[in-house]
Every structure is written in C-alpha cells, then in structure tokens.
C-alpha cells in the first residue's frame, strides 16, 4: 500500500505539468477550432530554453521559466502569423498541414542545432518523507507553479479587459469584431498564450526528465489524451484531465509492465472518443 500511495502522489504531482500543457493546446482549438500539431516541438523547446538559461547563465531553472514564458508567447504569436493566419478560415485540413509543417521546421532545425543527444538539467531539490512515503522536491515544486500558472490564466480569461476579448472571439468572431474587439491581434494573442503554456511545461518537465528536442512528441500525444478527456476548449478540464492521467500513469505500474502505460492511456482515448466525445468535463450543450 505504500508503494501503490508514492506512485499515485507522484504520478498526481506530474499530471499538474500534463494539465497544463493540454491547457495549451485546448486554448488554441477552444479559440480558434485549430488542433496545433506543434505543440510537441514547442514543449521541446521549453526544455531547452531552461536547460541553455540554467547551464550556460547560471540563472536558476524556476526562474529561467520566466524567460521561457515570454519567449513561448512571442514564438506562439509568429508561428500564429506565418502559418496559421491565412488559413484559419480554410477547412480543418489546410491548419492542421501548417502546424504539422512548423513541426517539422522545429525539428529540423532544433536537431541541426542541439543534435539528438539526451540533455538534463542538472538540478535537484532533494526529497522529504511524509511517514514511509518520500516525494522529490522538484515534483512537487512542478505541481505547485502549474497551480499558479493555471490561477494567472483564469484570473486573465475571466478578470481582464483581453481575457474578455478572448473569451467574445471565442463565442463569436464576428458579433465581436462588430464590437470592435481586434480579432487578429486577439487570436495572435490566444495561439501565443497556448505556446507559452506549452513551453512552461516542458521547461517543468526538463528539471526532472532527461530529454532530447523529439522528446516533446510524447507529451504531445499524452497532451490530445487528455485535451479529450477533460474536453476540448475547456482548460480547467484539462487540467483535471490532466491529475486523471496521472493517477493512471502512477498506478499502471504497481500492478503492470510499465511498457503497458501507453497502451491503456490510447485504450481510455479511444473509449472517451466513443461513449463520450464531448469530455468528462465538459457538457453536451458547451
């Protein structure tokens, strides 16, 4: 029973960084109905961003994070600009070869640059007990600033003057622009918010996992299970979604090969697709 608590605390701790790194991608497709394929490069990236900051300047990995957050969010604004403005009014097809497009663009040129040799951040925190169970410092610390994260995104969504404007292009592109919301700047606004959350959980992800610039690619698969799971367009679902992912990642292997982790993530994938499409979190008439 020991054993089976630490794997489902740990496994909850990470799903906090999974949670936000769907938060992104469902912010772009609940915005702008745009599925950003790459979203895995840019988590990639933000390892690699903390990795450079933290190595070579000596600033510490947490706060390396800030530096990472802005550069997600004017990355997010230009790859919005370049290739998704002109197509997002195109069928579903045309944005989903332009994402996949900078996908490939990113690795390419991240493989060019940093090859695809293993990087880790060389950086703990220690662990501390709680009676027979031991948690890693930087687990925990991960979890606590995905927390702050996701409060500084409701409180922008649901408290400030953009958030207001995001939230009218996201019901109705067009009532709003008669408004007089600036929908383009607003929706390079919502595709840059997505990229900066996806850059920030990769830099969490990088104080605790070695990785390489493909190794965003299974976050960003574990990013669509649980975008789907807690409902697409919706980032408190996702975050939920995300500590339900987790729980499983935690347990899984306390019982079965760690090998089988995958399998049943897509298995539980397929199943919400199924009888549920709409989320668990998520209502049908939303």
Known sequence: MDFLLASLIDGLLLGFVYGIAAM???LI??????????????????MFGVYYIFSALGIHPYLALIAVAAGGLLL???????????????????????TFSVNMIIIGLGTAAFSASPRNVDFTLGSFEIGSITILGTRLVAAILAMFVTGGLYLFLYKSRYGRYIRAVTDNRDAAELMGVPSVRILALSFGLGTMLAAISGGLIATFFPFTILAGGSYELKSFVVSVLGGLGNPVGALL???????????????LPT??????????????????PQGLFKTKSS
């Open 29 to 46: 497709w609940g915005v702008m109905n745009v599925i950003n394929l790459s979203h895995g490069p840019i988590i990639a990236l933000g």
């Open 24 to 26: 992104g991608l469902t």
């Open 259 to 276: 090998t089988w982790v995958p399998v049943l993530e897509f298995v539980l994938f397929i199943l919400i697709l199924l009888f549920r």
């Open 241 to 255: 979604a995300g500590l339900i992912l987790g729980a499983i990642e935690g347990i899984i292997p306390t019982v």
């Open 76 to 98: 997010g604004g230009l790859i919005y600009f370049v290739a998704v403005h002109r197509v997002i009014d195109a069928p579903h097809l045309s944005t989903l070869l332009a």
